[in-house]
């Protein structure tokens, strides 16, 4: 049982880490992912790779769903903005990936604060509808503006470089993924330690009210947009330097929806909620394949099943945390938490 | 501009716009009683098409008796889902029932798929083939009379929610569900019923539409136009479900045959940008006021 961590100022209260557990814990978390490339295999590490990317978009659809309660389907067309964008540079012009994976940040946060100008008038759902009129428009951008993003059949990108260092393979890939991730989790996380982060909180839990309290509306809700957007930009930048190829089949409106599942079935509102949901989401087709490649040799017709499975997986997914464990993940990692926390007491 | 060609794609756009209606009203129904924005309306419609395939299809059942079973099928499904997933989430904020749909949606077409396979295929001709003729303007026999079946069914419906003990209960509980629940109607049958209804009019107008379109697992994503319909009609109005279906039947099928089929998403959701943007209510939707 822990005890003795009474906090006596609200600054201790809102801490990154209040004891020195969580820093130890945490220290070897980060150790523990340095080590990984090293000893992983090449499966383990390409999934490693597409962990982190989906960790960095469900955090910026979690910023803006899950802390500011603006419903998006539009986290695709976003990432498909930052993939176009790097593909695009990486084919003009010499940038190095920083700045390149920058640029896209940057021009997806600003079509994201376009697309959140009609929150000015509509919310809920209404705004949902106007972020899928959006990913409509992105897609046919993305395949009918030839001459920029190459139609249908999308541009084929060189490897990631920096200093003369070429990034073409997955563990030096993960190199550029996991601290970009791990640097923006943390940064997230600190958002919602400032004034911003509340005022996002306060939009989501009654935005009347927060307005009341002189919350500019449009100002953070543009913001709360742009910061998502500026989330998925870079996780469309990384995946486009990842797969090497973007084209529009990359970002389907599925992926707007895998992205809503992985923040609902990881826990709305909660940073670790959103890291957990899109470990969770990823992993859950591999295991699928996994099912199939066990089955297989007893039922031949296994494989023909995975992607439609697939789909009911996912839907089932949903539907279930909605209904059994709203607070998703975060809320199990929370309670097993507190086991350890209080035992050998019980709650 | 050939004024002919132009009259008969507007026809045929009106004609796919009636089944349209049909459709928004089945969307109407849930949302006006229930406040649930039902984003499966497309799988529900793709689902009970599959059940109609295999009726007549599978087990060469005459199509004038399949046809009622698969509606039957659908409707049963709709009520289900309503008693299984919607109706826990009583109370849920909006965005939480919207997923479960949007899951629902996701489980319809992997079971589609599981059942009927991925490939698209045709159902089995049901309707007259002779050719239709509205002074020179040619109708394709097939959705000619879709429409006509679609607005014989949207009749009924205006006159069952005008007239019945059913209906009234309905608008009794959209327009005010806890002074509906205080006379003494059951708001929780009358949910279920909602989904029912609903449910109902998006199965016969899904096997309609798969009639003229043939019918694949991906056919669901027609609830993208319906609910462009919806909310330009106004998420809450049945007069605009009705007139937004026939203008956005119209504006996808002359969109498609001038400019190519890349178009007919891009026209809709034009539409729908700019009426969020100036009249976020939709045409006749009720402006809501809120209060703290």
Known sequence: MRIGDAKHTYLADEALWTTTTQQVWFALLLLALLVFPFVANSYLLYLGCLVGIAVISATGLNILTGFTGLISLGQAGFMGVGGYTVAWLSLHTALPFPLALLAAGLLTAAIGVVVGLPSLRVKGLYLAIATLAASVFLHFIFSEWAAVTGGMAGLSLRPAQLLGITFHNDFRMYFIIMPLAVLMLLAARNVFRTRVGRAFIAIRDRDISAEVLGIPLLKYKLMSFGLSSFYAGVAGGLFAYFFRVVTPESFPLAMSIFYLAAIIVGGMGSILGGVLGAIFMTLVPEGLKLLTAVVTPFYPQAPVFMSPLLGVVFGSLIVGFLLFEPNGLAEIWRRIRRFFHLWPFRT | ?292
Do not use: C
């Not at chain 2, 069952?160 to 929780?188: C, E, H, K, P, W």
């Not at chain 2, 009249?279 to 006021?289: A, D, Q, V």
């Open chain 2, 1 to 292: 501009m050939d004024w002919l060609f132009f009259g008969e794609v507007s026809l045929a756009g009106l004609a796919t716009g009636g089944l349209y209606s049909l459709i928004a009203l089945g969307f109407v129904i849930i949302y006006k009683a229930t406040r649930v924005i039902n984003f499966a309306i497309g799988e529900i419609m793709m689902f009970a098409a599959y059940l109609f395939l295999s009726f007549a299809g599978g087990m060469q059942l005459s199509p004038w008796l399949a046809l009622p079973l698969a509606v039957l099928g659908g409707t049963v499904l709709g009520g289900v889902v309503e008693k299984v997933m919607i109706r826990p989430m009583l109370g849920e904020s909006p965005i939480a029932v919207v997923m479960v749909t949007i899951g629902l949606a996701s489980i319809l077409v992997g079971l589609a798929e599981i059942i009927w396979t991925a490939d698209p295929q045709l159902l089995p001709d049901f309707l007259p083939r002779e050719p239709v003729f509205l002074g020179p303007l040619y109708l394709a026999p097939k959705i000619a009379y879709g429409f006509l079946i679609g607005a014989a069914v949207l009749a009924l419906y205006l006159l069952y929610f005008r007239f019945s003990r059913g209906g009234v209960a309905l608008r009794a509980t959209a327009s005010d569900q806890a002074a509906a629940y205080s006379m003494g109607i059951n708001v929780r049958r009358v949910f279920n019923l909602a989904w029912v209804f609903g449910s109902l009019a998006a199965s016969l107008a899904g096997i309609l539409v798969a009639a003229t379109g043939g019918l694949s697992p991906q056919s669901g994503v027609i609830g993208l136009s319906v609910l462009v319909i919806v909310i330009v009609g106004g998420l809450d109005s049945i007069l605009g479900a009705l007139l937004a279906g026939l203008f956005v039947g119209w504006l996808e099928t002359v969109a498609g045959a001038f400019f190519g089929g890349e178009y007919r998403l891009l026209a809709t959701f034009s539409v729908l940008a700019l009426i969020l943007v100036f009249r976020p209510y939709g045409l006749f939707g009720t402006h809501e006021i809120e209060r703290l």
